[in-house]
């Protein structure tokens, strides 16, 4: 089929052609209007050592010890990625949970390694309020889960979390780009609703 041809179909239904694009745009435009107020929020955790071992041997620049921070660093993903461990978070910032699935839990705190001693843990909450004790929330949790793995060690080289404030920002929809994006959309659909249209008749 030719390029002219299917300018003609289009042309033949350009209500329907139009309909569409504008149904897109408005329902994409509107679930981002009336999205509920949400804070988005990003805590960064620094992985350092309550004391240094005493040995005589080469270090090899810390070699093994950055090995260990990054191998702890995996540890604190993994659990940010657990659900217990994501509702005593919670629990910690007197949130309540209970309607939350365990796949919710998995995906309202995420936990990325930055690099061998950095965590960046990101979530979001209704109100800045409760994004400041989730904050507080995770590292209350995660220092109490690390001091629980330090109970049988007999040196004081254990983890330690270094934290400092977190960023949190009032979630701002880019309506230009959703815009855009609608857009594309409505046509490709309206593209495919105009042809089974004119195939059914």
């Known amino acids: ?13 350009k209500n329907i052609f139009l309909g569409t694009i504008l149904t897109v745009v408005i329902i994409a435009l509107g679930y981002f209007y009336f999205l509920p107020v949400r804070y988005d929020a ?16 080469y270090k090899y620049d810390d070699f093994y010890r950055l090995q260990a921070d990054e191998r702890f660093a995996d540890t604190l ?4 990625k657990s659900p217990r461990v994501v509702s005593d978070i919670y629990t910690a910032a007197n949130i309540d949970a209970s309607a939350f699935s365990p796949g919710q839990f998995a995906k309202n ?32 949790v ?44 409505g046509i490709f659909l309206a593209f495919w609703v105009v042809l089974i249209k004119h195939y059914l008749e």
């Not at 960064?44 to 041997?57: M, P």
């Not at 993903?77 to 940010?80: A, D, H, K, N, R």
Request: aromatic share 10%.
């Open 109 to 140: 705190i995420t936990a990325e390694k930055r690099s061998s001693q950095v965590v960046n843990v990101s979530f979001h909450a209704p109100l800045a309020g409760q994004a400041q004790k989730i904050s507080a929330g995770v590292v209350n």
């Open 142 to 185: 995660l220092n109490g889960n690390t001091e629980a793995l330090n109970l049988d060690q007999k040196e004081n080289t254990w983890f330690k979390l270094v934290y400092g404030a977190p960023v949190i920002a009032k979630f701002q929809p880019n309506y230009f780009i959703i815009l855009l994006a609608s857009l594309c959309l």
């Open 77 to 80: 993903v993994e659990w940010l």
């Open 1 to 13: 089929m030719e390029l002219k041809e299917y300018y003609n179909i289009i042309k033949k239904h």
């Open 42 to 57: 990003s805590l960064t955790l620094s992985i350092t050592r309550l004391g240094t071992q005493d040995t005589a041997d």
